[in-house]
């Protein structure tokens, strides 16, 4: 199987741009987040012709996720369990679910394309929204890995926190000012891990950014940060066998401010022989 995961900023713009990465790149599950439409606006027809099937989730024109997969799509969640919601000047376990995260399995792996909350500011009410969420995200996974410990569990898609210092080339984000770099942001973040996942393109890729701005020429000066992210479960993590940051497509017309990240899985490699009985002829 081949995995990516895109912050597509919004699908209707760039719907020629996913599908053909998608097809150029052999890419069997296309994790998408920003896609900026409700699901009967989404745009199928092309992704359809080339092949894939489409889950969507979005409520307006902001935030939305899917998953287009050529492999059956069975399952699908659109939360998380206790997956907090958020409006302006509404704070409480009431709050409305926001369209950041779907689920589903897709030949036997769970995946869920997830965008997680900005934060907006240190002092904002996003801000605690934010780590709520991630909070949330933690105990959900943690749970469904104690419940099915060898299950291939993804989690991708845009996390809005730069885990390392190395991770940031962007000057406008300070340490101490500004949100994604926060100690409780990176602390959240590698929280993920106690629950049961890693980060499994880091070991193949430690350098990269996925993120630049479109404001003052970021990208030619390479200003950018590392935001998006593929999390797998043990029994993923040992399942993948190469991953890429396609850097090139932030270049070309009209490109979203993030560019995709891929994951290889070999689930038919993962098999341990050794304590199979022998079989003679």
Same mark, same amino acid.
């Given at each position: 199987?081949?995995?990516?995961?895109?912050?597509?900023?919004?699908?209707? !713009?760039?719907?020629?741009?996913?599908? @053909? =990465?998608?097809?150029?790149?052999?890419?069997?599950?296309? $994790?998408?987040?920003?896609?900026?439409?409700?699901?009967?606006?989404?745009?199928?027809?092309?992704?359809?012709?080339?092949?894939?099937?489409?889950?969507?989730?979005?409520?307006?024109?902001?935030?939305?996720?899917?998953?287009?997969?050529? +492999?059956?799509? !069975?399952?699908?969640? !659109?939360?998380?369990?206790?997956?907090?919601? %958020?409006?302006?000047?509404?704070?409480?376990?009431?709050?409305?679910?926001?369209?950041?995260?779907?689920?589903?399995?897709?030949?036997?792996?769970?995946?869920?394309?997830?965008?997680?909350?900005?934060?907006?500011? +240190?002092?904002?009410?996003?801000?605690?929204?934010?780590?709520?969420?991630?909070?949330? +995200?933690?105990?959900?996974?943690?749970?469904? +890995?104690?419940?099915?410990?060898?299950?291939?569990?993804?989690?991708?898609? @845009?996390?809005?926190?730069?885990? %390392?210092?190395?991770?940031?080339?962007?000057?406008?984000?300070?340490?101490?000012?500004?949100?994604?770099?926060?100690?409780?942001?990176?602390?959240?973040? %590698?929280?993920?891990?106690?629950?049961?996942?890693?980060?499994?393109?880091?070991?193949?890729?430690?350098?990269?950014?996925?993120?630049?701005?479109?404001?003052?020429?970021? =990208?030619?000066?390479?200003?950018?940060?590392?935001?998006?992210?593929?999390?797998?479960?043990?029994?993923?993590? @040992?399942?993948?066998?190469?991953?890429?940051?396609?850097?090139?497509?932030?270049?070309?017309?009209?490109?979203?401010?993030?560019?995709?990240?891929?994951?290889?899985?070999?689930? $038919?490699?993962?098999?341990? @022989?050794?304590?199979?009985?022998?079989?003679?002829?």
């Amino acid at each position: 199987m081949r995995l990516a995961t895109w912050n597509i900023n919004s699908i209707r !713009t760039r719907v020629s741009r996913a599908v @053909d =990465f998608a097809v150029r790149e052999d890419i069997d599950v296309l $994790a998408l987040q920003e896609i900026k439409c409700k699901p009967e606006q989404f745009p199928y027809a092309p992704f359809e012709e080339a092949g894939y099937h489409v889950e969507a989730h979005g409520l307006n024109q902001w935030n939305g996720v899917a998953i287009a997969s050529r +492999l059956p799509i !069975t399952d699908v969640e !659109t939360s998380f369990a206790g997956m907090p919601g %958020f409006a302006k000047g509404h704070e409480g376990p009431d709050a409305p679910l926001e369209a950041r995260a779907i689920g589903a399995m897709i030949d036997g792996v769970k995946v869920w394309s997830l965008y997680v909350p900005n934060g907006r500011s +240190l002092d904002d009410p996003h801000y605690r929204y934010k780590l709520h969420w991630l909070d949330e +995200l933690r105990q959900a996974t943690a749970a469904e +890995l104690a419940a099915n410990p060898e299950l291939p569990l993804a989690l991708v898609g @845009d996390f809005n926190i730069i885990p %390392f210092p190395e991770d940031n080339g962007d000057p406008a984000i300070v340490e101490g000012v500004s949100t994604h770099v926060s100690p409780e942001e990176r602390a959240a973040f %590698f929280a993920l891990e106690s629950a049961g996942v890693t980060d499994v393109v880091r070991p193949l890729i430690p350098e990269g950014f996925t993120y630049w701005d479109y404001q003052r020429l970021k =990208f030619p000066r390479n200003e950018g940060i590392r935001i998006d992210f593929v999390l797998g479960s043990r029994a993923l993590a @040992d399942a993948v066998t190469g991953a890429s940051i396609h850097r090139n497509e932030r270049k070309g017309e009209q490109p979203s401010d993030h560019v995709p990240v891929v994951v290889d899985l070999d689930f $038919a490699g993962t098999d341990d @022989d050794d304590d199979m009985p022998m079989i003679f002829a």
